[in-house]
């Protein structure tokens, strides 16, 4: 993209490298997010064979996943005092979070899975199960202070739209503190040091999982589309290039 940066560029390339090495079949830079007007910086779909009534296997979109790449603090963040006490607030809260999640986890192992095909992805707890006051009281402690800092942001909508399954940042190492993701977002990160030598790449870790945003049928239809779209741009570009025939040339 004009005025893109290197640096931005190869967050995009690791993360479509990422999906493909964890199992993501279709993946593109530039795809726009079903249920909103925006465009991730990559996507990526994962199908599964399934069979029709003439007995015949086809693939079938299972999971879609987003990426947003991020190379400074400064992409996130307003310079505010407010923002930075909801951050603060959010450290505490999130901490608390994760030790209820352990405990309740002992006690109610099914209540986080993913089910059957997700079960390598964690599904939010709905506190309206578990009747846990504390739990609830933190839960809506984190969303009071994540509006406060994304609200009305594409991290906000996004992944309240539920235009894919999986929501990730992909940041560089040191701008940003797990706690500080929004909710419900994996964050992958890039050591500044660590580099792929095979590809020239920035290596990726996985700090802290996606949780599953529930999304539908159709949106994954409508993903995994786009990124078909996505692989003919280069040709159209090349066509539209080519002068138009004249008359007596054809």
Do not use: N
């Not at 963040?77 to 999640?101: G, I, M, N, P, T």
């Not at 870790?205 to 159709?218: K, V």
């Not at 993903?223 to 996505?230: C, D, E, K, R, T």
Request: charged fraction near 25%; aromatic fraction near 8%; glycine fraction near 6%.
């Amino acid at each position: 993209m004009a005025g893109e940066t290197s640096t931005h560029r190869a967050l995009k390339d690791a993360a479509a490298l990422w999906a493909l090495e964890r199992g993501f079949q279709a993946v593109a830079h530039e795809i726009r997010i079903p249920r909103s007007g925006y465009r991730a910086d990559a996507a990526a779909c994962r199908t599964t064979k399934i069979r029709r009534a003439d007995g015949r296997a086809i693939p079938f979109p299972s999971l879609t996943a987003i990426f947003e790449c991020k190379q400074s603090r400064a992409d996130f963040f307003k310079d505010s005092h407010q923002v930075a006490a909801s951050l603060a607030r959010l450290k505490q809260l999130q901490e608390r979070k994760v030790k209820l999640d352990r405990l309740l986890g002992s006690h109610y192992p099914t209540l986080s899975q993913g089910g059957e095909l997700f079960a390598e992805f964690p599904a939010p707890i709905d506190p309206a199960t578990l009747g846990h006051k504390g739990y609830s009281r933190t839960v809506r402690q984190i969303a009071i202070h994540q509006r406060r800092v994304f609200d009305g942001t594409k991290f906000d909508k996004v992944r309240r739209w539920a235009g894919a399954d999986l929501f990730y940042l992909v940041i560089r190492r040191g701008i940003l503190a797990s706690h500080e993701a929004p909710e419900g977002w994996g964050l992958l990160e890039w050591d500044d040091a660590t580099v792929d030598t095979a590809h020239g790449l920035p290596v990726l870790t996985l700090i802290q999982e996606a949780t599953l945003a529930g999304t539908t049928e159709d949106c994954r239809l409508e993903l995994q589309a786009a990124l078909s779209q996505s692989s003919s741009r280069p040709w159209q570009k090349l066509r539209r290039q080519q002068p138009e025939q004249t008359e007596s040339e054809a």
